[in-house]
């Protein structure tokens, strides 16, 4: 536990808190004589408590006043989880639906429903680190790896804005790659793919992703969202077709990654359900132990010092309350003992008088 205060400057002031250890707390009061009086040590155990509680009370408000705090701290945690950079395609496609045509009444486009699932995802995964990265004809660094969950999904909610051209995959995957690069802990990590297509990826920008995925092993996940009536990564090309990467982009960036030698999967989703299981998949393979760093911020103890100065005060008022109420108790004995003999002495002119 470390304490922290906002105002340091303010226990220049500290010095205050001696006054009461140097003059009395309680009103001095005048005897003929004390010869005849013994110890009273309560008397003076509370002469010094009082003066004590006195100087505290001035040290707590000055505390409070000062700012006390507890300073914010980074906690190293152990869970499930791992580093995941989700990577999402941009392009105009991923506007329309899963029919390929733009969203009617009560229809979603397929970034909608990406968003949507993307958006559980990270909610349930409580120790995750996310990154957000997006591409279409250039890549986009939207988000680095972080642990702020609200940051995540104001970024998964970005995917929505209208898209842009063109879909390059290959300097989509090496900004991924980058981002992974710039985290140095030893956690597990993944790159989720989210695209409804592929483009060919140049011969040299190839080889760039292979000694990036040899540099640092990355599980890669490619969620593809097949559109109606396109041809699907799995499925073998028609005599008619070509296989080629240029006639089935598709096809062959699936091949591309699978010649990694580093842990894929790929799922192929053509409805919104077919999206969910495919992400509820994800989360099940991503549940490696994790150690993480909490932060924890500060927490504010100026209220605690005044809570104590107040009942410091309170303390020190009820001393004062009884200290008049035992002095006018005594004044009124005094003043009924004296009575009879000033009535004795007026009794005694009066007779001379008669006389």
């Known amino acids: ?48 408590g009082l003066r004590v509680l006195g100087a505290l009370v001035i040290a707590c408000l000055l505390l409070g006043t000062a700012g006390l705090q507890l300073k914010g701290q980074t906690v190293e945690r152990v869970g499930e989880g791992a580093h995941i950079v989700m990577l999402i395609d941009r392009s105009r496609s991923m506007d329309d639906t899963f029919a390929g045509k733009p969203p009617g009444e009560g229809e979603a486009s397929k970034s909608a429903a990406a968003r949507h699932l993307l958006r559980e995802f990270v909610q349930k995964r409580p120790h995750d680190r996310f990154g957000v990265a997006a591409f279409s004809t250039m890549p986009m660094h939207v988000l680095p790896l972080t642990d702020h969950k609200d940051a995540v999904l104001a970024a998964v909610d970005a995917i929505t804005r209208p ?10 995957l090496a900004m991924a790659l980058s981002m992974h690069e710039a985290d140095p802990t030893a956690a597990s990590r993944a790159i989720l793919l989210v695209s409804d297509g592929a483009a060919v990826i140049d011969r ?10 040899a540099k640092r092993p990355v599980n890669l996940y490619w969620l593809y969202l097949r559109t109606e009536g396109s041809p699907g ?25 699978q010649s990694l030698k580093i842990p894929y999967r790929a799922f192929e989703a053509e409805n919104p359900q077919a999206v969910a299981d495919a992400i509820a998949e994800i989360d099940k393979l991503e549940r490696n132990p994790i150690r993480y760093e909490e932060r924890i911020p500060a927490t504010d103890l100026s209220w605690l010092a005044y809570a104590a100065a107040a009942v410091g005060l309170a303390l020190l008022l009820l001393a004062k309350l009884a200290e008049v109420t035992l002095v006018g108790r005594g004044q009124a004995e005094a003043v009924a003992s004296a009575k009879p003999a000033a009535t004795r002495v007026r009794s005694g002119q009066q007779l001379k008088e008669a006389a």
């Open 1 to 48: 536990m470390s304490l922290a205060l906002t105002a340091p400057a303010v226990l220049l002031l500290l010095p205050l808190a001696l006054l009461p250890l140097m003059y009395p707390i309680q009103r001095a009061q005048g005897y003929p004589s004390l010869a005849v009086a013994t110890s009273d040590p309560l008397s003076l155990a509370m002469d010094v």
């Open 163 to 172: 898209g842009l051209a063109y879909t390059n995959v290959g300097l989509g």
């Open 204 to 213: 040299r920008v190839q080889d760039k992703l292979r000694a990036a995925f």
């Open 233 to 257: 990564i799995f499925d073998e090309p028609g005599p008619d077709v070509p296989d080629t990467p240029y006639a089935l982009p598709e096809r062959h960036l699936n091949k591309f990654f």
